[in-house]
């Protein structure tokens, strides 16, 4: 079924899909064997045809607790050109909406630092105390190779993760000899949206460089009912990545970013006209070193924002304007090392260490005008040091468990007197323990499987927590994992579910509820997801997904704020080969179970929000070579509906209103590559 070819660059280049949409991860052991049992690319494609469709509309877990999926495959709805968005599109997650781009996703309920969100495995943070900048704005999903999502605290290699990780990677390229080879996207839609990505990538077996760009604008979008909504955004971004490989077993790569935008916001006063970034990283990897150490890996990482916002640039110009410009600096390094003392043992073993400093300035009036000649004020420095160890054991060619602990020294340092009400120079640190076990198991006589397991993720706050009360002590999450995955010839269908108790969780309190704008509280939180594709024929294929969480706040006998309602997909997908279509129902149930005034750093509950539904449809053509041509129609009868997880801002009012979803909106879009 091709869930073995190596490399989603292959996967990238060629614009296909996988089984369902998603490329499962294999194992070391596994992508080995894989290697010299890969298929052609004719193989390849005549049997993803047969079994899936060309535009992703419901993504299939590739395990119950991990999802992978290529970034370049066209989606359905067409999701906008950031992180957030196409987050939004696997089962499970919930989008913050802010204007046209960079919402804030939340896994299972949980967003903002309780989502670690990694870029070929470096931190990049926002600036923006109300979370103007969340990471997944400055995330450009067509410039990675694929998406990894780890569900729940099942993995200690990258960082805490009580939601989740989600890492956005760049496969590593292999030649044979010199090679060139690229890859264009191009898109066109209502409300003048534009798009364009595109990429060259030159090589042979001593060395390649990597040339990455992307660019992406829209208007103001109108909803179901005509209303314009201030949402305007561009933005664009630029990456080199050059590499030198002076054997088969020896890699160094210099990786240069940059990247910048504006947005307009429809949930506060300001607007985001400055969305600056400039990341560096060095990668030295190094395999086969002995018989029992297969690889060590060295990355270092610096990310620099510079973010501004203002209430003139992008909007009428008030009486009194406004500006703030805060920048974050952040720092790290990481050393990881794959171990394999035995061959049914596989070792993961490293430590990293990371360190971000805060900075924000204000101006009000005339002086706006020279806000880039004054300088930024520190306000806040953290510091994370980190241990890990991660085992997998297989018992049998049908057992295997997974367990690994990890151990951070966190340190928190105000400098800024009145940050979170502190005075400057007090610090706070302390030490985060993390941990998890796991065991799978494979039928033998069916295509069926099934894992358990049990984790904890302690994390400490993070600034804008600290921001609010800097007096807080760590959240901690225990969560049994369970799940199952069916791979047959014609179905696949998988089933997670999650239970979880929520110590010390940080609730944010809008301003005047309550003395402080933050606390922490006990919580319990469970839920499933579970999602199928059906393949009635080799033409014909139906698929869905459901995702339900309910949380509650023990302390305060009330609902958790901020918890997404139930919502299921259904699709009915056609590929000949020639051409292809299908069409979306996304339905969401009624959320009634708030705490108004109450939520995260990214949202507050502000009133119920009523269940929806929602249909799209696309058709497309495959062209000569890698290309295809895809049109589609999302929110087809035009309905009128918003999320649940929005933004109450303190300006705006408590119970502020909320933004309406995109009405019909119609796109054409080309993909493909060449040689």
Same mark, same amino acid.
């Given at each position: ?262 947005? *307009?916001?429809?949930? !506060?006063?300001? #607007?985001?006209?400055? /969305?600056?970034?400039?990341?560096? %990283? =060095?990668?030295?990897? +190094? $395999? ?88 930024? *004020?520190?306000?806040? !420095?953290?510091? #994370?040091?980190?241990? /890990?160890?991660?085992?997998?054991? %297989? =018992?049998?060619?049908? +057992? $295997? ?275």
């Amino acid at each position: 079924m091709g869930n073995h070819v190596s490399g989603g660059l292959l996967a990238a280049m060629l614009c296909l899909p996988a089984w369902a949409g998603e490329v499962p991860v294999a194992g070391a052991e596994e992508r080995e064997e894989a290697a010299s049992n890969e298929p052609t690319v004719a193989e390849l494609l005549q049997a993803r045809l047969a079994l899936s469709p060309v535009v992703v509309t419901a993504p299939i877990m590739s395990d119950p607790y991990r999802v992978t999926t290529d970034p370049r495959q066209p989606r359905l709805p067409l999701p906008a050109h950031d992180g957030g968005s196409y987050l939004k599109s696997i089962p499970g997650f919930a989008l913050s909406r802010k204007g046209g781009t960079s919402g804030d996703p939340a896994l299972r309920g949980l967003g903002g630092s309780r989502l670690n969100i990694l870029l070929d495995d470096a931190t990049v943070l926002g600036g923006c105390g109300s979370r103007m900048d969340p990471p997944t704005a400055y995330v450009y999903p067509e410039a990675f190779d694929r998406i990894e999502v780890i569900k729940g605290p099942q993995s200690v290699r990258h960082g805490v993760a009580a939601a989740g990780v989600v890492r956005f990677d760049r496969e590593d390229p292999a030649f044979e000899g010199p090679t060139q080879r690229g890859y264009f996207g191009a898109t066109v839609g209502s409300f003048d949206r534009r798009d364009g990505t595109g990429e060259v990538l030159l090589g042979g077996q001593g060395g390649y460089a990597r040339f990455i760009g992307t660019w992406s604008s829209r208007d103001d979008y109108r909803d179901g009912s005509g209303e314009r909504i201030h949402s305007q955004y561009e933005r664009w971004s630029g990456s080199l990545l050059a590499g030198w490989t002076p054997d088969e077993d020896t890699r160094v790569e210099l990786g240069i970013e940059r990247s910048d935008g504006e947005a *307009a916001y429809d949930d !506060r006063m300001m #607007d985001g006209t400055r /969305f600056d970034r400039s990341g560096y %990283s =060095l990668r030295i990897v +190094r $395999k086969d070193i002995t018989p029992w150490l297969r690889e060590l890996e060295l990355l270092l990482f610096r990310n620099d924002v510079d973010h501004v916002m203002d209430n003139y640039t992008l909007r009428e110009s008030p009486m009194m304007p406004m500006v703030r410009f805060p920048d974050r600096r952040t720092q790290g390094a990481r050393l990881v090392g794959r171990l394999q003392p035995a061959d049914d043992l596989v070792v993961h073993a490293g430590v990293d260490w990371m360190r971000n400093r805060h900075r924000d300035g204000m101006l009000r009036g005339p002086a706006v005008v020279r806000f880039d000649e004054t300088p930024r *004020a520190d306000t806040a !420095r953290f510091t #994370d040091a980190g241990a /890990f160890v991660e085992l997998e054991r %297989s =018992l049998d060619d049908r +057992r $295997k468990t997974v367990w690994g602990v990890r151990i951070d020294r966190s340190s928190s340092r105000a400098l800024l007197d009145g940050f979170g009400g502190a005075a400057a120079g007090q610090r706070q640190s302390g030490r985060q323990l993390s941990g998890f076990a796991r065991y799978e198991h494979r039928l033998a006589d069916q295509p069926l499987a099934f894992y358990a397991g049990l984790g904890r993720a302690e994390r400490a706050p993070d600034y804008w927590e600290r921001e609010r009360l800097f007096d807080l002590g760590s959240e901690v999450l225990t969560q049994l994992d369970a799940g199952a995955r069916y791979r047959g010839r014609r179905l696949s269908a998988t089933l997670s579910l999650f239970y979880g108790k929520l110590d010390d969780y940080i609730l944010i309190i809008a301003p005047g509820l309550e003395p402080a704008e933050a606390r922490s509280v006990d919580a319990t939180t469970f839920g499933a997801e579970a999602d199928w594709r059906l393949a009635l024929d080799e033409r014909f294929s139906v698929g869905g997904s459901l995702a339900w969480v309910r949380s509650d706040n023990d302390s305060d006998g009330r609902p958790l704020a901020q918890t997404p309602p139930l919502e299921a997909t259904f699709s009915v997908d056609y590929d000949d080969a020639h051409w292809f279509g299908g069409a979306l129902l996304r339905a969401v149930a009624r959320q009634d179970r708030i705490h108004p005034g109450y939520g995260t750093i990214y949202s507050l509950d502000t009133t119920p929000t009523p269940g929806f539904a929602v249909t799209s449809f696309y058709v497309g053509r495959h062209l000569a070579g890698r290309w295809t041509l895809t049109a589609g129609l999302d929110n087809v009868f035009d309905r009128r509906y918003a999320e649940h997880l929005q933004r109450g801002a303190a300006e705006l009012g408590a119970l502020a209103g909320r933004i309406p979803e995109p009405g019909r909106t119609a796109w054409l879009q080309l993909k493909g590559a060449f040689e």
